[in-house]
Structures are given as C-alpha cells and as structure tokens.
C-alpha cells in the first residue's frame, strides 16, 4: 500500500528502469541498451556520458539532464517524474520489494543492478509486510480465537457458494486486511477443509 492505494511494486521498479534507458541515454553510441533478466537481480545496461562517474548515493547527487526534451515528453504523458526522483524511486521501491538496495553506477556504461534475492515466495506476503501498521493494529484489537472463528464461518459460507476465494477477497469479505483473512486461509488449509491452488497473484483458495 502506497499513499492509501494497492500498487505494484514490479511494475513500479520495471517503469523506472526502462523510463531511464529511453531518457538518459547517449543515442549517439551503437552500444545497445540492455536490461538483463536473471537469476537473483536484473541488470540494465546503457551507454551513456556520465558527468560524476562512480556508484550514485540517492543522498548525496546531482541529478543531470542528458536528453532534457525526452525527460521533459516522458513527464507529460506520466512515464516519468521530475528529475532525480527515478533514482530514489528505484531505491525506496527496491527495498519495499525485496529488502536489498540497488546498485548505481554512471560511467560510459550506466549500469543498473536491482537484487531480488530476499523476495518473499508469496506477493500476498509482500503485500501483508507493507501493510504492518494495520497489522499491528489487528493483533491489539481482536481476541485471537473468537474474531477467526468468526471469520472461519464467513469464508467457508462464501466457498459453500462461490467455490473459491482468494486472499484480497477474503480480506474485503471479513473486513480485515490481507495477513489477518491469509492467516484464517491458512489455518482452514491445516485443518484439512480447504486447499490452495495456483501461486502469487493467482493463488486461489477452495474447499476440499
């Protein structure tokens, strides 16, 4: 949750890398640009005519202008922010997304470097662990056995007609947020009554 409103975290970061290749790169070079897709991290590449070579730190640099009219175009029709902010972006949603920091480096060749090593197996819990201060406040509220039971009997009539559920469903459907409807889920599935199909966004829940 950002500023009150589900988003992608992916698509975020994916948006900020390929905005930088198109807006900051040299185009006078026959170098092609590259963003690399591998195991533990995605790595971008592009040429470019670096100003302050070296590893950029997002609290201490001074963003430049390589193609001002591209940035300025990107702007306007919402591809883009204002100048800098790509860079604190990737850092800021690089951490909310796998815990690891990205790494920077302007030279004749920028290169990016976003680890992905630490990411949670599930995008739910990606979601649950932003969502900590609502968390919080669940477990200082409810009584931990009465308020699941509660929830138990209104997922499991939903099931008994619609035939599957999943987390984001069965939080709006018992009023509570992700972790608290993923953590019923969970406990009906070791208790036998209901099995989960599917993985990340697709993970659907349903009765056995």
Known sequence: ??????????????RELVSNILVHRDYTSAYPAKIIIEKEKIV????????NPGRIDPENFTPYPKNPLLASFFIHI???????????????????YSGSEPEL???????????????????????DKMSNNEEMSDKMS???????????????????KYSEINAAEAAKLIGKNP???KRVLLQL???????ATGA????NYKKL
């Open 200 to 203: 990340n966004r697709n993970r």
């Open 78 to 96: 919402g591809r883009a922010d204002i100048l800098g902010s790509g860079v604190r972006n990737l850092y800021k949603f690089t951490k909310m």
């Open 44 to 51: 971008t590449e592009n040429w470019s005519l670096p100003k």
């Open 179 to 181: 972790k608290t409807a």
């Open 105 to 127: 480096t302007d030279g004749d060749v920028f290169m990016t470097i976003v680890p992905y090593t630490n990411l949670l197996s599930d995008n739910e819990e990606m979601s």
């Open 1 to 14: 949750m950002i500023d009150d409103q589900s988003v992608s975290i992916r698509s975020k970061i994916a």
């Open 189 to 195: 599935i070791s208790e036998g009554i209901v099995t």
């Open 142 to 160: 409810d009584n931990e056995e009465m308020p699941d039971k509660k929830y138990r009997d209104i997922i499991l009539a939903y099931l008994d």
